[in-house]
Nanobody
Framework: QVQLMESGGGSVQAGMSLTLSCVFS????????MGWFRQAPGKEREGIAA???????TYGESVNGRFTISRDNVKKTLNLEMTTLKPEDSAMYYC??????????????????WGQGTQVTVSS
């Protein structure tokens, strides 16, 4: 059974950086496409970045150029480096996994497994 555990969230001021991590267990990591989603109170869960099995990446418009997704198939980890953070980036951030995905759509219905989330709060 795939399990995902996020870490690295916290409270920062606008303009600062933060890196989130997700540890994957329970299956062969390199077979999975991975993604980061976020959900603010009262809003839909939003796909912000995804990375395929061959390190192809895609980003949501709101974070493109500021966030970088990466994976380490040896350590079975997924990272999200977030720079120039804005108050509107405040949300619960979730790591997600999909077995052998055919594309990198940033849609929550594409991903099968989810972590519990880590909170990011950005103050102005």
């Amino acid at each position: 059974q795939v399990q995902l555990m996020e870490s690295g969230g916290g409270s920062v001021q606008a303009g600062m950086s933060l890196t989130l991590s997700c540890v994957f267990s329970g299956a062969t990591y390199s077979n999975y496409c991975m993604g980061w989603f976020r959900q603010a109170p009262g809003k839909e869960r939003e796909g912000i970045a995804a990375i395929g099995r061959r390190d192809v990446t895609t980003y949501g418009e709101s974070v493109n150029g500021r966030f970088t997704i990466s994976r380490d198939n040896v350590k079975k980890t997924l990272n999200l480096e977030m720079t120039t953070l804005k108050p509107e980036d405040s949300a619960m951030y979730y790591c997600a996994a999909k077995f052998k995905c055919n594309g990198l759509a940033l849609r929550k219905d594409v991903f099968t497994y989810w972590g519990q989330g880590t909170q990011v709060t950005v103050s102005s």
